[in-house]
C-alpha cells in the first residue's frame, strides 16, 4: 500500500485550507492507499515531517497566499518522492510530477501542463442531517465578505422579486482576505441597506463554522443562491456545500461556476422563482458524478 502525505496549511478560516482538509478527510477511509495529513507552516517542519512518514508521494494544497515557505528548493529536495499539486490558480512550481484539478480543467493555463495533468471529481460531503420545512421561503448564500461575492446584488434582487421571503447570508471573516474585518462589515451593512422591502427579513451572521455547522446552514434554506462576480480562473468551494445538502442551487455567470454551469440555474438566463419550482433535477447528474465514493475511487486511481 502506498503512502500519500497531504500538505496542509494551519489558518482554518480560509477557503483553500478548508479544501485540503476536505480532500483529505474524504479520502483517508481509503482501503488501498495510505493517507496522511499535516499540516505545517515552516520548511524544517517540512523537512522533518517527510522524513518521518517517509511517503511514496506528496499531495500539496499550495497556494502563494497561504504556503509561501514552499520553495522549489524544497520540493527538489526528495527527489525520490514523487510531487503532486492540488490546483487552485495559475501560479505553481513547475516541479511537480503531476496536477491535480478537481472538477474541471477547461481553461486556457491548463494547456502548459500537458498529460502532467488529472481531472479529479470535487470532494463533496455525505450530509445525514435534517431539513426544515420553512413558513416562509428562504434564500441563503454563505462565503467570505469579498465585494465580489455578491451578497448586495442577491440582497436587492430577493428585495425587489418576492412580497415576502428571509435571506440568510452566512459571511465569516477572512483570515488573509479581510484580516481588519472592514471589508466583511461594509459588505453586510450595504446588503441591510438594500433591503427596504417590509417583508423581508435579512439576517446576517458571522462566525466560522465547522463543516457540519455550514451544511446545516445551508439545509436550513429552500435555495442557495451566489451571484459572484468575475474574479479569477479558480472554482469556487461554496459550491461543494451546497451540493452536498441537494437544496436547489441559483448561480451568476461567473466562471468560477463553470463546473456547474447550465441555463436551468443561472440568474438572468432563469428567473430565482424558476430554479427554486425546478428544484435539484438540474443538478441530479452531479450528486453521482461527484459522490464522496466516487471521489475516493478516483483519487485513490493517481497513486496506487
Known amino acids: 500500500m502506498r503512502t500519500v502525505l497531504i500538505i496542509n496549511h494551519r489558518i482554518s478560516n480560509c477557503g483553500v485550507y478548508q479544501f485540503g482538509k476536505r480532500v483529505y478527510e474524504a479520502a483517508v477511509p481509503s482501503k488501498d492507499v495510505r493517507y496522511i495529513y499535516a499540516e505545517l507552516d515552516k520548511a ?20 502563494r497566499g497561504t504556503m509561501p515557505w514552499l520553495s522549489e528548493t524544497l520540493v527538489k529536495h526528495f527527489p525520490r518522492i514523487k510531487h503532486y499539486f492540488i490546483y487552485h490558480e495559475e501560479f505553481t512550481h513547475p516541479s511537480y510530477d503531476k496536477y491535480l484539478f478537481f472538477g474541471d480543467y477547461d481553461f ?19 450530509y445525514t442531517g ?18 465580489n461575492k455578491g451578497y448586495v446584488s442577491l440582497a436587492k ?32 451593512s450595504a446588503c441591510r441597506n438594500v433591503v427596504t422591502n417590509p417583508g423581508i427579513t435579512l ?3 458571522h462566525e466560522f463554522l ?29 459550491i461543494d456545500y451546497a451540493l452536498s445538502v441537494r437544496r436547489p442551487i441559483a448561480i451568476s ?8 454551469a447550465s ?15 425546478a428544484g435539484t433535477k438540474p443538478l441530479e447528474p452531479l450528486y453521482k458524478k461527484w459522490s464522496v465514493e466516487n471521489f475516493r475511487q478516483e483519487l485513490d486511481k493517481e497513486f496506487v
Open 210 to 238: 465547522d463543516n457540519s455547522g455550514v451544511l446545516k446552514f445551508l439545509a436550513g434554506n429552500d435555495i442557495n443562491a451566489f451571484m459572484y462576480d468575475e474574479n479569477g480562473e479558480g472554482i469556487s468551494s461554496v
Open 44 to 63: 524544517e517542519t517540512y523537512l522533518n515531517v517527510v522524513l518521518e512518514y517517509n511517503p511514496d508521494v506528496i499531495l500539496y494544497n499550495w497556494h
Open 108 to 126: 486556457s493555463g491548463g494547456r502548459k501542463f500537458g498529460d502532467k495533468k488529472a481531472l479529479i471529481p470535487r470532494p463533496l460531503l455525505n
Open 203 to 205: 439576517n446576517i451572521s
Open 263 to 277: 441555463d436551468e440555474i443561472i440568474l438572468g438566463r432563469n428567473s430565482l422563482e424558476g430554479i427554486l419550482k
Open 130 to 147: 435534517t431539513y426544515v420545512e420553512n413558513k416562509r421561503l428562504t434564500i441563503g448564500s454563505f462565503g467570505f465578505g469579498f465585494k
Open 253 to 260: 455567470s461567473s466562471r468560477m461556476f463553470r463546473h456547474i
Open 157 to 188: 434582487l430577493v428585495n425587489d422579486t418576492f412580497s415576502e421571503a428571509v435571506i440568510n447570508f452566512h459571511m465569516p471573516f477572512s483570515h488573509f482576505g479581510d484580516p481588519l474585518r472592514t471589508t466583511t462589515m461594509e459588505i453586510a
